[in-house]
């Protein structure tokens, strides 16, 4: 990139260290790991398993969303413009739409991660253990593609940037 002249605007200059690419292979075996459980689950818990399964689903992803923009607001990141819900695959849930500082992309998964786990948990008291394992499951699920971004990345500076495209994670240092 040029340097700005007029003083309107900085740039930064980004440099790639590490892709992590989420393969064809992997994408399929993300797409079936719920219809594994949904069967395992049917044999050993409930046949309901299956209503559970779909409930469990917009519930945790909503929950998911909570948690992510309250630890946001919390820790005074901008969230405007910058964060959007997503569907698509692999990235489905609360996901940054533009570069984002690595150590808070890692604190708010990490939030998610264990408060999300302890919401399902409390399902348990009012609800038929198989709706708490759907949530359980769902939750894992939703979070899977960015825990392993999360590993790959175990011994990365936590100052550096983070962007997600369709099909893979890059990490980049200044």
Not at 77 to 86: E, F, L, Q, T, V
Not at 92 to 107: A, C, E, T, V
Not at 138 to 156: E, G, I, M, Q
Not at 164 to 173: E, G, H, I, L, T
Request: overall charge positive; some cysteine.
């Amino acid at each position: 990139m040029e340097p700005n002249t007029k003083g309107a605007a900085t740039f930064y200059q980004y440099k790639l260290i590490k892709k992590i690419t989420i393969t064809a292979f992997l994408l399929r075996v993300y797409i079936a790991l719920p219809f594994v459980c949904l069967v395992l689950e049917s044999i050993f818990l409930s046949w309901l398993s299956i209503l559970f399964m779909i409930i469990a689903g917009p519930v945790m992803l909503w929950i998911q969303y909570v948690i992510s923009r309250s630890v946001l607001l919390i820790s005074g990141h901008p969230i405007a413009k910058r964060w959007r819900m997503s569907l698509r695959l692999p990235w489905p849930g609360y996901m940054p739409d533009q570069y984002i500082n690595y150590g808070i992309f890692r604190s708010v998964q990490l939030h998610n991660l264990w408060i999300g786990l302890c919401i399902a948990a409390l399902f348990i008291v009012w609800a038929p253990p198989a709706f708490t394992v759907s949530l359980a499951i769902c939750h894992l699920w939703l979070l899977l593609p960015r825990l392993y971004t999360l590993l790959r990345l175990n011994r990365a500076a936590k100052d550096g940037m983070l962007r997600f495209n369709a099909a893979d994670a890059s990490y980049y240092a200044q």
